[in-house]
């Protein structure tokens, strides 16, 4: 089946530093990757929808200078967190589909920002 | 935009019943309806799913349903185990469009 590989699994970072994180699909062509941020006991929330060579779609109250998103080739999107502040620790998950394949999840980035 | 509903936030069951999450979304045009269930600090994985066009889909011990006219569809979990110990979470979109999720339940099973 699909394989969505998400890196780092967890990262503790300083306040005030910059933090990527990165989304591949291992065994097919990712049109469209989705990132989402859960913090505990709550729901997947949408950040951004990102399709391959496009700029990211961001979701409204999401800024887009602080969350970058990259999908560059069709394998693989990154989200940067510039400036990383102490509300900005949460778990991110990246979610990817393409042509013939459903929505397959990465197994998510745990952010603690010190 | 699409919003999912979903009830109860939290669900106990003695091992061997049967479990029912339901979940009501509000877009028409929405005909792509997952469920997943997430273990603590893990990615969701998804254990069935049903498009607008099927009433039913079942997987052994899982089924969902979906009634369209009514915009709700149920995951329903029977001889429930331990192990289906976990959160559950539902989601709806359109297809190429994000998915949507509800708010999760909390479903523990005792042996």
């Known amino acids: 089946g699909a394989v969505v590989s998400q890196h780092p699994s967890w990262v503790i970072c300083k306040s005030g530093t910059s933090v990527k994180i990165e989304c591949r699909s291992l065994?097919?062509?990712?049109?469209?990757m989705f990132w989402y941020r859960q913090f505990p006991k709550q729901s997947l929330m949408l950040m951004a929808t990102?399709?391959?060579?496009?700029?990211?779609?961001?979701e409204q109250g999401v800024e887009k200078d602080k969350f970058l998103i990259n999908h560059a080739s069709l394998t693989l999107s990154t989200l940067t967190v510039t400036s990383a502040h102490p509300e900005d620790s949460s778990f991110y998950i990246c979610?990817?589909?393409?042509f013939g394949y459903g929505y397959t999840f990465g197994s998510g980035t745990r952010l603690t920002v010190v | 935009g699409e919003n999912v509903e979903q009830h109860p936030s939290t669900l106990s069951v003695q091992e061997g019943d049967s479990a029912v999450i339901k979940c009501t979304y509000s877009d028409s045009a929405s005909n792509y309806f997952p469920w997943y269930k997430q273990e603590l600090g893990k990615g969701p994985q998804l254990i069935i799913d049903?498009?607008?066009?099927?009433g039913e889909k079942k997987d052994q011990r899982i089924a969902v349903t979906l009634n369209k006219t009514a915009k709700h569809f149920s995951l329903h979990i029977t001889e429930t185990q331990p192990e289906d110990s976990a959160v559950y979470f539902c989601?709806?979109?359109?297809?190429?469009?994000?998915?949507?999720f509800g708010k999760g339940t909390t479903l523990s099973v005792s042996s």
């Open positions: 989601a709806a979109n359109q297809a190429g469009t994000a998915l949507i």
């Open positions: 049903i498009r607008s066009n099927v």
């Open positions: 990102s399709n391959e060579g496009s700029k990211a779609t961001y």
């Open positions: 065994d097919f062509q990712a049109t469209t």
């Open positions: 979610s990817a589909t393409g």
